[in-house]
């Protein structure tokens, strides 16, 4: 839920926008054009836009997670960096061209180890097909792609690193959850009270939806404002 003292803050197209992706209420035309990328046709329930690579969106709900997931790093006194270049983190089927920073660096946290923590944010109906629903495939199927992708490196640079995977309705796969969950501890041993034991999963919940409302509000037709 919106919360102005913790900084979550919605507006009602975007509060009603999601409210109907999370529930599957038909969002969009059936068929238009998207008016943002102007290439892929619409789907009813926002598929295409909660894909689409075009700005504004993708990247915004990318970054406001990875922000919000720094500031809660911060705000429990645990030293960490975002956008951080390592100087390793590549796919192996690429090679050097495609080295890219970490989204944050998190400073002596495994074993004396800097943990590199990649985020990645998939819809839960990617790749389904004919095949049945189950909660939170496509997310762990996303953070073991990222291992695959990066694990090996870091470990051999003497890191280690945590996929931070999630779906857009608020699923978290198993290895997102430990790092809250320990980030949760810290941050009550240090500074919070038990009435806020929750404040760090109910952040990151919140910018996920953010981040999904404005994706698809930048293709809803003028109409449904």
């Not at 992708?149 to 198993?174: R, S, Y």
Request: glycine share 8%; aromatic share 8%.
């Amino acid at each position: 839920m919106p919360i102005d003292g913790l900084g979550q803050h919605m507006s009602p197209v975007e509060y009603r926008t999601i409210l109907k992706y999370r529930l599957m209420i038909p969002l969009f035309p059936v068929d238009e054009v998207c008016p943002v990328c102007h290439k892929a046709r619409l789907d009813s329930f926002g598929e295409h836009a909660v894909h689409c690579r075009e700005l504004p969106g993708f990247k915004y709900r990318h970054d406001l997670v990875r922000d919000v997931l720094f500031d809660i790093f911060r705000c429990a006194g645990i030293s960490a960096k975002k956008e951080v270049p390592v100087n390793f983190l590549t796919d192996p089927l690429e090679g050097r061209p495609t080295l890219r920073p970490t989204d944050i660096l998190v400073f002596g946290w495994v074993g004396g180890k800097h943990a590199c923590v990649g985020l990645t944010g998939v819809s839960p109906l990617v790749g389904l097909g004919g095949s049945a629903f189950t909660v939170g495939q496509a997310a762990l199927k996303a953070a073991s792609g990222k291992l695959t992708k990066h694990e090996k490196a870091c470990l051999d640079n003497q890191h280690v690193f945590i996929p931070f995977a999630f779906d857009t309705f608020g699923f978290l796969a198993p290895e997102a959850v430990d790092l809250l969950s320990r980030v949760q501890s810290v941050m009550h041993s240090n500074v919070m009270t038990p009435r806020s034991m929750n404040v760090v999963f109910k952040r990151l919940s919140f910018a996920i939806q953010k981040g999904v409302a404005a994706q698809l509000v930048a293709r809803l037709p003028t109409i449904s404002m």
